[in-house]
């Protein structure tokens, strides 16, 4: 059934033809029937007027502003040459209904004017001698009902379909937007990230450069300490190295001022401040930290604690007055793991997912941006029992 209703909606031509045969059929079966009461002219006429009426209902897609002329045409034929109304004339409303569907201004004005004088010619050329002038009038009101139904129906599902292209024009336009968004979003978080990275490397480098001359001061009068500094510059280059790796590929917009002092940014063990500040603003924030805690790599350390951070961030604004939240670090020998829940009602999906309303990077793409940044994993959802919860993994292994 289902190939049957695929095949008829691929030939509608077809399908018209179809019900033109049928029409024509029963138009002429009706002649035949009625020639013994009259005239050879009349039936051949009556079977050349059938026949235009249903190439007008065969052809009502192909062309239906020039079907519908056919059919006035044909009526005006059979008003002159006196050939009463007959089945063929049901394509009048056909054709009405066709052309009111579509937004073809002439033509759906023209398809109300014959609606309003059709029936009334035709009742004023083949009125009932017996039935008095108010009555001719009234069957004729009547008979203008079902033209105008035809025209009403064909004009409500012009407008409905109008309705849904408009929707569907609205939601492409909004999806586009939505990508554009996303994509500023992840190009304003990148650079974000960039800059704080290159902190990170201008500070290690700092550093590199202070050893660097403490050690050619105390090179020939103290050459231990002069190894150990040379020590901390290789580790300290070596960390930087790495940190430079994982930038490679992102862009990054906006430059510091002339003059300005790189700081070192946040770290694992600012985590606790900013959980105090978190409680201090009203939100209930349970924090621990399993294993050991001890250095790592300044890229996993900044990437943990802006995690933190947007979670937190996220819980206050679309978790609710009461909502509450938890926070767990978990040191492995490879890897550091993070866990932040809360028991808030979330927030809508579009936040997390496509970087806020605002397009700015809030939620899910900065996170997730940064934990590609150290080559992490990132797993992000709805609690079972209602709240959000985010869960990270960042590996410590050197980049390559």
Same mark, same amino acid.
């Given at each position: 059934?289902?190939?049957?209703?695929?095949?008829?909606?691929?030939?509608?031509?077809?399908?018209?033809?179809?019900?033109?045969?049928?029409?024509?059929?029963?138009?002429?079966?009706?002649?035949?029937?009625?020639?013994?009461?009259?005239?050879?002219?009349?039936?051949?006429?009556?079977?050349?007027?059938?026949?235009?009426?249903?190439?007008?209902?065969?052809?009502?897609?192909?062309?239906?502003?020039?079907?519908?002329?056919?059919?006035?045409?044909?009526?005006?034929?059979?008003?002159?040459?006196?050939?009463?109304?007959?089945?063929?004339?049901?394509?009048?409303?056909?054709?009405?209904?066709?052309?009111?569907?579509?937004?073809?201004?002439?033509?759906?004005?023209?398809?109300?004017?014959?609606?309003?004088?059709?029936?009334?010619?035709?009742?004023?050329?083949?009125?009932?001698?017996?039935?008095?002038?108010?009555?001719?009038?009234?069957?004729?009101?009547?008979?203008?009902?079902?033209?105008?139904?035809?025209?009403?129906?064909?004009?409500?599902?012009?407008?409905?379909?109008?309705?849904?292209?408009?929707?569907?024009?609205?939601?492409?336009?909004?999806?586009?937007?939505?990508?554009?968004?996303?994509?500023?979003?992840?190009?304003?978080?990148?650079?974000?990230?960039?800059?704080?990275?290159? /902190?990170?490397?201008?500070?290690?480098?700092?550093?590199?450069?202070?050893?660097? /001359?403490?050690?050619?001061?105390?090179?020939?009068?103290?050459?231990?300490?002069?190894?150990?500094?040379?020590?901390?510059?290789?580790?300290?280059?070596?960390?930087?190295?790495?940190?430079?790796?994982?930038?490679?590929?992102?862009?990054?917009?906006?430059?510091?001022?002339?003059?300005?002092?790189?700081?070192?940014?946040? /770290?694992?063990?600012?985590? /606790?401040?900013?959980?105090?500040?978190?409680?201090?603003?009203?939100?209930?924030?349970?924090?621990?930290?399993?294993?050991?805690?001890?250095?790592?790599?300044?890229?996993?350390?900044?990437?943990?604690?802006?995690?933190?951070?947007?979670?937190?961030?996220?819980?206050?604004?679309?978790?609710?007055?009461?909502?509450?939240?938890?926070?767990?670090?978990?040191?492995?020998?490879?890897?550091?793991?993070?866990?932040?829940?809360?028991?808030?009602?979330?927030?809508?999906?579009?936040?997390?997912?496509?970087?806020?309303?605002?397009?700015?990077?809030?939620?899910?793409?900065?996170?997730?941006?940064?934990?590609?940044?150290?080559?992490?994993?990132?797993?992000?959802?709805?609690?079972?029992?209602?709240?959000?919860?985010?869960?990270?993994?960042?590996?410590?292994?050197?980049?390559?």
């Amino acid at each position: 059934m289902q190939r049957l209703y695929d095949f008829l909606r691929r030939h509608p031509t077809g399908v018209d033809s179809f019900w033109a045969v049928v029409l024509v059929a029963v138009t002429c079966l009706a002649i035949v029937t009625e020639r013994a009461h009259e005239g050879r002219d009349a039936s051949v006429m009556a079977a050349v007027l059938a026949l235009v009426q249903g190439a007008v209902v065969a052809f009502r897609r192909r062309a239906p502003e020039k079907m519908l002329l056919l059919s006035a045409a044909g009526g005006l034929v059979q008003l002159i040459t006196d050939t009463e109304v007959m089945v063929a004339n049901f394509a009048m409303l056909v054709i009405i209904y066709t052309v009111a569907a579509r937004d073809v201004p002439w033509a759906r004005r023209f398809a109300l004017g014959g609606c309003l004088i059709a029936a009334p010619l035709a009742q004023l050329r083949w009125h009932e001698n017996q039935t008095s002038t108010a009555g001719n009038i009234f069957f004729a009101g009547i008979l203008i009902v079902p033209f105008l139904f035809a025209w009403v129906l064909g004009d409500s599902l012009r407008t409905r379909r109008a309705y849904f292209a408009q929707l569907e024009e609205r939601a492409a336009r909004l999806e586009r937007e939505r990508e554009a968004q996303a994509k500023v979003a992840v190009a304003a978080e990148r650079a974000r990230i960039a800059r704080e990275l290159h /902190d990170v490397v201008a500070h290690n480098v700092s550093v590199m450069v202070v050893q660097a /001359d403490g050690a050619a001061y105390v090179m020939d009068q103290a050459p231990d300490q002069a190894k150990k500094a040379l020590e901390t510059i290789s580790g300290t280059g070596r960390q930087a190295l790495a940190e430079m790796r994982r930038l490679l590929g992102v862009l990054r917009t906006g430059e510091p001022a002339e003059g300005g002092e790189y700081v070192p940014q946040p /770290d694992v063990e600012q985590i /606790d401040d900013l959980i105090g500040q978190c409680r201090e603003s009203g939100l209930s924030v349970d924090f621990k930290v399993e294993g050991t805690p001890r250095p790592l790599p300044s890229g996993v350390e900044l990437t943990a604690y802006r995690i933190v951070q947007e979670a937190l961030t996220n819980t206050r604004k679309h978790g609710g007055p009461n909502a509450g939240a938890s926070v767990r670090i978990v040191y492995f020998d490879d890897g550091l793991g993070l866990l932040v829940e809360d028991d808030g009602k979330g927030a809508p999906h579009e936040l997390y997912e496509d970087g806020g309303a605002d397009g700015r990077g809030h939620g899910l793409i900065g996170m997730r941006e940064r934990v590609g940044m150290v080559g992490g994993t990132l797993d992000a959802g709805p609690r079972p029992g209602g709240g959000f919860r985010i869960s990270a993994l960042l590996p410590l292994k050197p980049a390559h």
